[in-house]
């Protein structure tokens, strides 16, 4: 049984509550699971005490019981220090289009042009 520390939604329309817990993989995202660990409100302030709140016992049980944290779960897991942080890389974010590296390359090959004509006067 593959467990995951993950996030089920609650909370009506537009309105988020999120509850931190240990499940199966294979059930669905707001369905059955194992144990409750802790609640998420992305609703309250990022510097409040009460958005993210988790047992930190039973979270490092689950962990050493080879349950593997959701991304969203690890990052908040990273923050309050139970995991190493992890470096990650969105590696095509920092990545200019393709026009605008066709347009990169017309701009360096004028300038190319005008240095040797200024350098050839």
């Known amino acids: 049984m593959a467990m995951k520390l993950r996030l089920a ?8 509550f999120y509850r931190i817990v240990a499940a199966d993989s294979r059930m669905p995202r707001d369905g059955r699971y194992q144990e409750r660990l802790g609640i998420y409100n992305p609703l309250l302030p990022k510097d409040s005490e009460d958005r993210v709140k988790m047992d930190m016992e039973r979270v490092q049980y689950w962990l050493d019981q080879g349950a593997t944290p959701t991304d969203r779960v690890a990052r908040m897991l990273e923050a309050a220090g139970t995991l ?3 470096d990650r890389a969105n590696l095509k974010k920092g990545v200019p289009g393709k026009k605008a590296q066709d347009r990169a390359a017309e ?3 004028k300038a190319a042009e005008a240095a040797e004509e200024a350098s050839a006067e």
Do not use: Q, Y
Not at 9 to 16: A, E, F, L, V
């Open 107 to 109: 701009k360096a090959a």
């Open 84 to 86: 190493p942080k992890k």
């Open 9 to 16: 939604r609650g909370g009506s329309k537009k309105r988020p």
